[in-house]
């Protein structure tokens, strides 16, 4: 990218907003973020685009921002973007507005955006910008047992990638009786963990550290269950 934009403005903080040795200041994880699904996993867009939360209220695409801040609101996103380029803030519902869109994503979401989520949730650099992995398990627990092969499949990588469940024994394509309780199983892992004990309202984390299951259980009713179909 720098070959052709001017490097002193393009990878300066002024622009970029993010330190010069991060993951958010390297062009393509604004501009070419991994919002496209494919074979089992998330690859990046090869349209070239700037981050904006419009297009996510027009189209479901996450935002660059929300893909790499994962436990961040929309609303969160939009401030951002409105103080240091300008770009007019939308009006949001209040879920938006108080809760992270990439687990609203996850868990209200259709097939193709918990599964983005989902890969997304299993990468460390994500993990690192988003108060860590505390809060990340008991949303892939739940994935664990989704209707479609290929989220549940990608939601087993990504939570075996989460200490305590490096060795997690899970097979995809279990009778639902089987996948029941391994989302039950690993969610009882998560809980029993000794895991930062805070409170983090945006990722549905009690003060105690323990999940807003009553919040959690209301997002997850509106799920987005039309079919879907991607060609890999």
Known sequence: CLNCHDTKTYSSMDHTHHPPDSSGSQCYNCHMPYTTYGLL???????ITSPTIIETLESGRPTACNLCHLDKTLDWTGTHLADWYGHKKPSLNDSQKTVSSAMLMALEG????????????????????????????????????????????IAGRSL?????????????????????????SSHRIWADSKR?????????????????QTRFEEIYARRNDREVSPKE
């Not at 990638?161 to 989302?183: E, K, P, Q």
């Not at 930062?196 to 807003?212: F, K």
Request: glycine fraction near 4%; hydrophobic fraction near 40%; proline fraction near 5%.
């Open 41 to 47: 996993k998330s690859i990046r867009s090869h349209t």
């Open 110 to 153: 259709d097939a193709v955006q918990r599964a983005i989520i989902a890969d997304a949730m299993g990468r460390q650099p994500e993990i690192q910008a988003s108060q860590g992995s505390n809060w990340i398990p008991p949303v892939l627990s739940r994935l664990l047992q989704d209707p479609y092969d290929a989220v549940r499949y």
């Open 160 to 184: 075996s990638r989460h200490s305590a469940f490096g060795s997690l024994d899970y097979d995809f394509l279990a009778a639902n009786s089987v996948l029941t309780n391994a989302a039950i």
């Open 196 to 212: 930062d004990r805070s409170a983090h309202p945006e990722v549905l984390i009690r003060q105690d550290g323990s999940l807003d």
